[in-house]
């Protein structure tokens, strides 16, 4: 093991024990955080308070809380009445797994079942990346009445456009021309595959699952004239997190608008005509609506940039200053893997490297990082992640 430096020093591995829903970290999940301090002058009992206090700091900010205060202890244990967390996240059980004692050095090892309250966020996260298809009709019978039969190409374009034009949190980078449904028998494989290939965190698949005509009379002795035409339009948007394909959040929204035209009428999907109509100014709104919704749904949820290459103990990721990426930005670099247990059940395991990065220079679509303190970065690969906390 290298030589530790005087000041502390950590190195924190997280298991999360429990099956998530959230791309990575559950909002409730046992961490395992192991912690190491130097042993100064003999003082086990203050190396040992300074290794779990760290590893439990360590843990709590990576499941997105921000700790004010991890200073009192019991037996090497936080006390609960000193124990603050801005975020509102807090630490329902916290027990000593492991102390071991080196030549210079101790080693702790905690358990700490943390829950990150759903109504709080953390803060000054980047701008997170999606990817997302042209949006399949589920009945494309539904499509021939007005040659609307390549209408989700166009929504699809027109949700791109709404959501970079009016998103905070995040920003659409790919619309891939093609269809994809959820339906699709390899559907987790397909959204891990597109993230990957697209750079992406976050997979957006849409679906129109209405798009049926109907004629209604406004008047019973009117029956023999054509009553007016009015369409439906239902969208359904599910976003994935591309490293799992885990569903995070599922909208949809549904119109019933005037159909001006005749019933055997061609419009064009992309004309002026339709998207000037009545029908066309609704689903128009509609979009907008579910363009927000799913930008507010993404505020929540955590941003990882992937390493690109090491060289010359400097790392590159994959996001810069089109991402809200700054010189001076501090990040934490971390390993991600996924296994599952004997029942089936898919579990994360994150493993922090002990060294702090920061951002020494910004391009408009990666950036550079080094060591905060200096010391070599040992074991940093391609496709490991960083995280700004």
Known sequence: M????????????????????????ANAAWFEATGQAIINNGN?????????????????????????SVQEMSNGLLENDRFEVRSGGEVNDLALISETYHDDYVTITIRADIF??????AAAQYKKRLVSTWFPIRDRQQGLTGGLT?????ISERFERQFNQTSRFARITH???????????????????????????????????ELSVERTSRNALLFWQDAPLTRNFRLELFLYDGNTAALLKQENIAIHSPWEFELHQQVSPTSQQLWQSQYGKAVTAAIAEQATLVDEALNCLPTYARV???DNEQVTINIGKQDGV?????????????FLDPIGNLHQQLQLHPNQLEVIRVFNDTALLGSISGAPLANVQANDFVARQ
């Open 2 to 25: 290298p030589k530790l430096r005087q000041s502390l020093a950590t190195a924190v591995t997280l298991m999360v024990l429990a099956a998530t829903s959230l791309p990575m970290l």
């Open 44 to 68: 086990k009992a203050l190396a040992k308070k300074q290794a779990t206090q760290e590893a439990v700091k360590q843990a709590l900010m990576f499941a997105g809380a921000s700790i004010t």
């Open 116 to 121: 990150a309250h759903q109504n709080q966020c």
């Open 150 to 154: 390549e209408f989700g190409q166009t």
């Open 175 to 209: 619309r891939k021309p093609y269809y994809l449904s959820t339906q699709s028998p390899d559907i987790t494989n397909d959204i891990i595959t597109l993230a990957r290939r697209t750079d992406s965190q976050y997979v957006l698949i849409g679906e129109i699952t």
């Open 308 to 310: 690109l290459r090491v």
């Open 326 to 338: 700054q010189v001076g930005d501090e990040v934490t670099l971390f390993k991600h893997a996924q």
